[in-house]
C-alpha cells in the first residue's frame, strides 16, 4: 500500500481499514475450517488453557498479599487463607505463577499446528495461484519482489492468528478482570484511574504505532526494490561481468539500500519515542494508584498487603501493555503484508478454462488457424487474420523478420495467451474449449534457450514426465544425444546443472531439453528456435536429434536459419502479422520472393563467414 493511503494524521484510510477487515476475513475461516474437526477441537482446548491461565494470573496477587499481611501479622476477611502460614502462601503463590506459565505454554503448544496449518494452506493456494496467472501478468512483475510479498504475507498468517487470538483477547479480558477488581475491593477511584491509564496508554499507543506502520511501509518498499535489485543483478551475474558492472550494479543496490536506512532510523527513532510515551503514562497511572493506597495504609484502611497486591496489580497489568505498542504494530503489519498477498490472489487468471470444458482428444494432431488476430496492446495489432493449416504429422516452418508474430503464434497455439479473433483448432476442437491441462500435456515445446532447474540432470529430464523409469530416462537420452556425455561425468545423472542450467554448455542445455520432451512424448511439437543460439556444428548435430524427434507427431517450427528447414512439408513466410508466402523449400525458391531473397542474403553471409575467420 502506497504511503499517500495513509492520511496525515496518521491514521489509516477507509480503503485501507476495509482492507485490513477484509484481511481479517478471509484468515478467520482457518481458525474454524468447516469439516476440521481437529483443528476446531485445538482452538477450544486453546481457549480454555487460556481463560485458565489468565484466571489464576488474576488470584496470584491475592496469595501475595496473604503472605505479606501473615508476615505483617495483620488479618482482615481472607483470614482462613492467613491460616496457611507465610511459607505456605509462598509456596502456594509459587505454584500459581508456575501454573499461569504451564497454561500458557499448554495454549501454544496445541494452538502451533493449527498456525502452520494456515500457513502451509494459504502458502499452497498462493503457489497455486500464481502458476494460474497468465503469462502477460508474469512478464510485468519483478521475481523478487513477488517473492517478497509471498514470503512475509505468509508469515503474517500464523502471526495474526496467533496474536489475534492470544494477545488481544487476554489482554483486554485481564484489564477487565483488574478494574473490576479494584473497584469492588478498593474503590471506584482506583478503577477509574486504571481505567483511564489504559485508556491514555492505548490511544497513544495506537495514535503513534500508526505513524510507525506508514514509515515500516515506506521501509518495506525500499526492501523490496533493494531486493529486487539484488536478484535481478545476480540473475544476470555473466552480463554484469561482460560489461564490467559491478560498481554499477553495487551503486544501484546501494541507492536502494539507503533508502532502506532512512527508513529503518525513523523506524528506530519513533520506536524510542513510544517507548518512552508510553512509560511515563504507566509510571503516572501506577505511582497515582500506589500514592492512593499508601494514604489508605496510613489511614488504617488498608493493611501492608492491600499496597503491596495493589502495586503487584499495576505491575501485572504493565506487562502485557509494554507489548501492546509491538502487538498491534505487528498486527497492523501483518494485515498489510497479508492484504499484499491477498491482492495477489484477488488478481484475476486472464486464461482460464470454460465451465465443463472438455479435455482435449489428439486423434492426429491437425492444427489449424483460423483468421487469427492478436494483440499483446489494442494499439499495436501482432498477427492481422492468420490462416494457416498443418495436417497431421507435418512439418511446417515459420520464417519471417524479428517481430512478424513467429513467436506469438506459439504462444497462442499454448494458450498463454487467448486470440482476440478468429480461432485455432487441434482436430477440430478450439483451443478455448478445452482444459488447459490436456492442451499442455498434448504439446511439447523446446525452446530457444532451454532453461533448467537447479537441481541433477536426472531430475531435469524426468521432469517431462513425473512417474518415468530410471530406462524411461536413459532412452529418452539416448534419443537427445546426451547419454553417453552424462555418462562422461564424475556424477553421472546426479550431477548438478546450476542455477538455470549454466554448468552446461547450451548445446548440452539444449539436448536435456529434446530429452525431457522426447519423454512427454508430445503428439504435437513446438520448436521455437530451438538451435538459433548454437554454434553452427552443435546446431548440425542437435538438428538430428530434433528431426528424430519429429517423426510421426506434427510439428510448428520457428526458425531464423532458413538452412536448418529446408526439408519441412511447407515453409510459411510471415511479414508483419500477415503470410506474405508459402510453399516448400524448392517451390518458394523458384518464385523468387521474399523467401527467395532470405535465403540468399543468409548463404551470402554463410559464405562470407568462413572467409572472415581466415
Known amino acids: 500500500m502506497p504511503p499517500s493511503q495513509i492520511t496525515t494524521a496518521g491514521k489509516p484510510d477507509r480503503a485501507e481499514r476495509a482492507r485490513g477487515w477484509r484481511t481479517i476475513r478471509q484468515v478467520a475461516p482457518y481458525l474454524w475450517p468447516p469439516g476440521q474437526t481437529w483443528v476446531k477441537r485445538r482452538v477450544v482446548i486453546a481457549l480454555v488453557a487460556l481463560v ?12 501475595y498479599k496473604a503472605a505479606v499481611d501473615s508476615l505483617a501479622g495483620e488479618a482482615r476477611d481472607e483470614g482462613w487463607l492467613l491460616a496457611l502460614g507465610a511459607v505456605s502462601l509462598t509456596i502456594a503463590y509459587g505454584m500459581a505463577r508456575l501454573m499461569t506459565v504451564a ?64 494477545s488481544v483477547g487476554p489482554l483486554i479480558l485481564e484489564l477487565t478482570l483488574v478494574a473490576i477488581l479494584f473497584a469492588v475491593l478498593f474503590d471506584w477511584r482506583y478503577a477509574a484511574i486504571v481505567v483511564v491509564t489504559i485508556w491514555a496508554y492505548v490511544t497513544f499507543t495506537f495514535k503513534i504505532t500508526e505513524w510507525r506502520v506508514s514509515i515500516r511501509r515506506r521501509m518495506n518498499e525500499a526492501d523490496t526494490a533493494a531486493n529486487q535489485k539484488a536478484i535481478d543483478s545476480l540473475l544476470n551475474f555473466e552480463t554484469v561481468k561482460y560489461f564490467g558492472a559491478e560498481r554499477r550494479e553495487a551503486a544501484r543496490y546501494d541507492a536502494s539500500m539507503e533508502g532502506y536506512e532512512k527508513m529503518a532510523v525513523k523506524t528506530g527513532q ?118 494457416l493449416e498443418v ?28 486470440v482476440t479473433g478468429g480461432a485455432i483448432t487441434i482436430d477440430g476442437q478450439d483451443l478455448r474449449d478445452v482444459t488447459q491441462q490436456s492442451l499442455h500435456d498434448a504439446i511439447g515445446v523446446v525452446p530457444q534457450d532451454t532453461v533448467l532447474f537447479n537441481d541433477t540432470i536426472r531430475y531435469n529430464i524426468a521432469y517431462g514426465r513425473a512417474d518415468a523409469t530410471e530406462a524411461e530416462i536413459v532412452a529418452a537420452a539416448r534419443a537427445a544425444k546426451i547419454h553417453d556425455f552424462v555418462l562422461s561425468l564424475p556424477e553421472g545423472y546426479d550431477t548438478a546443472v546450476g542455477e538455470r542450467g549454466l554448468k552446461l554448455s547450451g548445446g548440452e542445455k539444449q539436448r536435456v531439453g529434446i530429452a525431457r520432451t522426447l519423454l512427454k512424448n508430445p503428439p504435437i511439437l513446438l520448436l521455437d528456435e530451438a538451435t538459433s543460439a548454437l554454434d553452427t556444428q552443435t546446431e548440425r548435430d542437435i538438428q538430428d536429434s530434433l528431426k528424430a524427434m519429429g517423426r510421426g507427431r506434427t510439428v510448428i517450427t520457428i526458425a531464423h536459419r532458413l538452412s536448418t528447414i529446408a526439408d519441412a512439408d511447407r515453409i510459411v513466410v510471415l511479414e508483419k502479422g500477415e503470410v506474405v508466402e508459402e510453399g516448400r523449400h524448392e517451390e518458394l525458391l523458384s518464385r523468387g520472393g521474399r523467401y527467395a531473397a532470405m535465403w540468399a542474403r543468409q548463404s551470402a553471409e554463410e559464405d562470407e563467414a568462413p572467409e572472415a575467420a581466415e
Open 270 to 387: 519513533s520506536l524510542a519515542a513510544l517507548n518512552a510515551g508510553q512509560s511515563l503514562i504507566i509510571t503516572a497511572g501506577l505511582v497515582a494508584v500506589m500514592v492512593m493506597a499508601a494514604l489508605g495504609v496510613q489511614q488504617g484502611k488498608l493493611t501492608v498487603g492491600d499496597f503491596v497486591m495493589v502495586q503487584a496489580y499495576m505491575i501485572q497489568i504493565t506487562m502485557p501493555l509494554g507489548f501492546l505498542g509491538t502487538v498491534y504494530r505487528e498486527i497492523r503489519q501483518a494485515l498489510v503484508d497479508m492484504g499484499e498477498m491477498f491482492d495477489l490472489l484477488h488478481q484475476p487468471a486472464e486464461i482460464t478454462d470454460k465451465p465443463g470444458a472438455n479435455v482435449l482428444k489428439v486423434q492426429g494432431g491437425a492444427l489449424r488457424f483460423d483468421q487469427v488476430k492478436f494483440a499483446y496492446d489494442p494499439a499495436r495489432p501482432i498477427l492481422k487474420g492468420i490462416s
Open 391 to 418: 495436417p497431421a504429422g507435418q512439418t511446417v516452418a515459420l520464417v519471417g523478420p524479428s517481430g512478424s508474430g513467429k513467436s506469438t503464434i506459439g504462444r497462442l497455439l499454448f494458450r498463454f495467451y487467448d
Open 103 to 166: 497454561f500458557g505454554e499448554l495454549r501454544d503448544a496445541v494452538f502451533v499446528r493449527v498456525g502452520q496449518r494456515a500457513l502451509r494452506q494459504l502458502a499452497l493456494e498462493t503457489f497455486e495461484h500464481i502458476h494460474r496467472l497468465s503469462m502477460r501478468y508474469h512478464i510485468t512483475r519483478k521475481t523478487g519482489g513477488l517473492s517478497r510479498i509471498i514470503e512475509r504475507g505468509v508469515k503474517g498468517v500464523d502471526f495474526l492468528l496467533r496474536f489475534m487470538l492470544f
Open 52 to 63: 485458565a491461565a489468565k484466571l489464576i494470573s488474576v488470584s496470584t496477587p491475592f496469595l
